[in-house]
């Protein structure tokens, strides 16, 4: 069974604070997804990898960055967290090839900035 | 112009009927693949059944089945008999392109909240 784990379920950070959301999966995948959700808005693309140390930008990459050292790993950073990045964060991974198509999705972190 | 377009923000149903989710999408790609994902109040994400464009029939999945009509740019999802733990927010999204390096990547749409009623 393929697992994508997040480092926290509900996550509360100050204004200003350098915050850092861990994603780790363990089949082995080359593309890894960093979405936020909100509501009324659906899932948004913030950055992906498709490999170690390569980042693409996706839909609202401002105020984030990501970092993948190692295959099973990927970090979202918000470099100062603002209230408006209050939402809901979730991780995905899928392996490279013509028959695999489903992303397989972490819990989901929920952010709070104070 | 919105690539995946869910006109229901919400829709209650009784138990055991059947439900029809609506999805429309936009592409200009030949090739393309549709999803439906499953949040429940838990949070995570189920995938649920997958069309690809190219595909002739439409998808089933147990008692979900994709309706599939590609004139229209529609892919709507059909639950047979609902069940109260059908009860959960329904996604739809959109990957354009061949699947392969690079082309991974999903647009969702904004969400559909199903309510069964017992």
């Known amino acids: 069974d393929v697992k994508v784990t997040q480092s926290s379920r509900y996550l509360v950070k100050r204004t200003g604070e350098k915050v850092f959301l861990e994603c780790v999966q363990d089949m082995d995948h080359e593309n890894m997804f960093w979405y936020r959700q909100d509501p009324g808005l659906g899932l948004r693309l913030i950055y992906f990898s498709y490999d170690v140390k390569m980042k693409e930008k996706g839909d609202i990459p401002e105020g984030y960055s990501v970092s993948r050292e190692k295959k099973e790993r990927f970090s979202l950073i918000l470099e100062s967290a603002s209230t408006n990045q209050t939402s809901m964060y979730l991780c995905?991974?899928?392996?490279?090839?013509?028959?695999?198509?489903?992303?397989?999705f972490g819990p989901g972190t929920r952010l709070t900035v104070t | 112009a919105q690539k995946i377009t869910q006109t229901q923000p919400g829709m209650f149903v009784q138990e055991k009927e059947a439900v029809t989710l609506d999805c429309t999408y936009d592409?200009?790609?030949?090739?393309?693949?549709l999803f439906w994902y499953k949040q429940p109040s838990s949070g995570e994400m189920i995938f649920l059944i997958y069309?690809?464009?190219?595909?002739?029939q439409n998808a089933t999945e147990g008692r979900y089945s994709l309706n599939f009509q590609k004139a229209r740019k529609s892919a709507n999802l059909v639950i047979s008999a609902s069940q109260l733990g059908d009860s959960a927010m329904y996604f739809c999204a959109m990957r354009e392109g061949h699947i392969n390096f690079g082309n991974e990547k999903l647009t969702f749409g904004t969400g559909t909240r199903l309510t069964i009623i017992p």
């Open positions: 995905a991974s899928i392996e490279n090839g013509y028959l695999s198509y489903e992303q397989y």
């Open positions: 069309q690809g464009s190219y595909d002739q």
């Open positions: 592409t200009s790609d030949p090739s393309y693949g």
